[in-house]
């Protein structure tokens, strides 16, 4: 079981950010601790066995003090059992840490961390509303190595308005001189009602080529590769043993239980003749309506997944990785092989060239990679 704590703050909003955080809610941090704790107890029992991996996001983890740090997740400790966790990451925001937070953070257990650095140029890092600088990710990374956190990720953006290939040649580059473990690359998705989206509408920023978008995913993948990266997923590159295990539990249906608000949840599972059912659940995406569910002792509504829809994501969320999708593991889910369910279309895909079926495993060639969603789309059709 896998647990995610989501801390809804973040000092100013990125203009390109839908996620469910909020500026100017310094003042309320304690009261939302003792939300989170509250959850925690009243959703004890949705925990199935011990907590394997935690992982702390965001809004912005780093704008908790260290002392409230330290009182959430000794709170955390008192409820689930922590002590085999064997990944504890927390998100950071470069323009809000400091050496007392890595020192809290380190002494608490947190043994990941995971920056968003997103551009080095400073004029795209304004254009998306970042409160940082590239500076600011290398004295973060140099706080963190000094109190002991070795597994270091980056998070990158590509694809933004403005940005040239050699922009985001010279922002690997300079990932890559700060030596992270892991590196996180991601295509921008511009989100409805966001600032970003607003001025693509009013024509005052365009969208990189699509073709230029490709080649610089592509060049994310070789550069990452010549600097002994390997890529495990669509979006993650990993030195040996230090892929993500917390979102590896995402793709391969390990369940787990998001606190706070707009945390989702994956609790329940079950086995039956029918095959792998379990719940899926959402809490509320404001502060105020999840307080009210919290206080009232309301846990969020919880959707049944199906077989045949959990089927279908162990297919979809399996894709995303290299590895693809085992049919033994598919087998020892589902009761059924993943022949019977997908094989004519699964086969129709290879032919074309999206597929390539390797040993036990069924993946997305690279050409399949490009059109993921076509793809499932027609594995999805009856
Ligand atoms: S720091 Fe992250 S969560 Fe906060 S506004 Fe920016 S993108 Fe959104």
């Not at 043994?111 to 409160?131: C, K, P, T």
């Not at 002792?297 to 959990?310: F, H, K, L, N, V």
């Not at 999708?325 to 094989?343: A, L, M, N, P, Q």
Request: charged fraction near 20%; charge should be negative; include cysteine.
């Amino acid at each position: 079981m896998e647990l995610y704590v989501h801390i809804p703050f973040c000092r100013q909003k990125c203009r390109y950010c839908a996620f469910a955080s909020f500026a100017g809610q310094e003042s309320y941090r304690e009261k939302y601790i003792e939300l989170l704790l509250t959850e925690a107890r009243n959703r004890k029992q949705e925990v199935s066995g011990p907590v394997s991996t935690v992982y702390i996001g965001g809004g912005t983890p780093s704008l908790l003090s260290p002392s409230q740090l330290s009182v959430l997740i000794a709170g955390l400790r008192e409820v689930f059992d922590l002590d085999g966790v064997t990944e504890f990451t927390s998100e950071a925001n470069p323009g809000t840490v400091t050496g007392e937070w890595f020192d809290a953070a380190v002494s608490c257990g947190v043994s990941r961390v995971s920056f968003g650095m997103q551009a080095y140029q400073e004029n795209l890092l304004r254009l998306l509303g970042r409160i940082h600088t590239f500076e600011d990710v290398r004295t973060c990374v140099h706080l963190a190595r000094k109190a002991g956190i070795s597994n270091i990720s980056l998070d990158l953006i590509f694809g933004i308005p403005g940005q040239t290939g050699e922009d985001w040649n010279n922002t690997l580059d300079a990932a890559l001189s700060l030596d992270p473990s892991h590196i996180s690359a991601y295509g921008l998705i511009p989100e409805e009602g966001t600032p970003l989206m607003h001025d693509l509408d009013a024509g005052r920023l365009t969208l990189p080529d699509p073709d230029l978008e490709r080649d610089m995913y592509s060049l994310a993948c070789e550069k990452t590769a010549l600097s002994g990266f390997h890529q495990y997923e669509i979006s993650s590159f990993a030195r040996e043993n230090r892929e993500c295990v917390h979102n590896i539990g995402y793709w391969t249906q390990v369940p787990y239980l998001g606190l706070g608000v707009s945390a989702a949840s994956m609790t329940g599972i079950s086995f039956s003749d029918e095959g792998m059912t379990y719940f899926r659940s959402v809490n509320p995406d404001t502060i105020t309506v999840y307080e009210q569910q919290v206080l009232s002792g309301i846990t969020p509504e919880a959707e049944r997944i199906s077989p045949s829809d959990a089927r279908f994501e162990t297919v979809m969320l399996g894709l995303r990785m290299n590895r693809g999708v085992s049919e033994r593991d598919f087998y020892r889910k589902h009761g059924v092989t993943i022949g019977s369910c997908f094989g004519g279309k699964l086969e129709t895909l290879k032919k074309r060239g999206l597929m390539l079926h390797e040993g036990d495993a069924w993946k997305l060639t690279a050409r399949g990679f490009d059109i993921q969603n076509s793809v499932l789309v027609e594995l999805m059709e009856e």
